[in-house]
């Protein structure tokens, strides 16, 4: 399974982006299918924390300092996870790295993209 990450960029406090993840080399019914897509970030200096998350069949988690300002949503057709983030604040700055998990418990990882909020 591969995830193509895209999205990121520079915005001013209040503004808002969307991050895409695009999955490849996942089928439907085999060990590769994948259950939970998600959005990580890591700021410099911190840990890498998880966003959100979404199932395949729509459930999402998000961390509390997101909620209400980022949706994560999913095209399951297409394999691909979005982010959409509005509202957003100079602590959001950090690379967000998009994750998959299979049924079988298989994780993997996209290419990180970088979030830059300016005040």
């Known amino acids: 399974v591969q995830l193509q990450a895209s999205g990121g960029g520079l915005v001013q406090a209040g503004g808002s982006l969307r991050l895409s993840c695009a999955a490849s080399?996942?089928?439907?019914?085999?060990?590769?299918?994948?259950?939970?897509m998600g959005w990580y970030r890591q700021a410099p200096g911190k840990q890498r924390e998880l966003v959100a998350a979404?199932?395949?069949?729509?459930?999402?988690n998000y961390v509390d300092s997101v909620k209400g300002r980022f949706t994560i949503s999913r095209d399951n057709a297409k394999n691909t996870a979005y982010l959409q983030m509005n509202s957003l604040k100079p602590e959001d700055t950090a690379v967000y790295y998009c994750?998959?998990?299979?049924?079988?418990?298989?994780?993997?990882w996209g290419q990180g993209t970088l979030v830059t909020v300016s005040s």
């Open positions: 979404i199932t395949s069949g729509g459930s999402t």
């Open positions: 080399g996942t089928t439907s019914g085999s060990i590769f299918s994948i259950n939970v």
């Open positions: 994750n998959a998990v299979t049924r079988v418990g298989l994780t993997f």
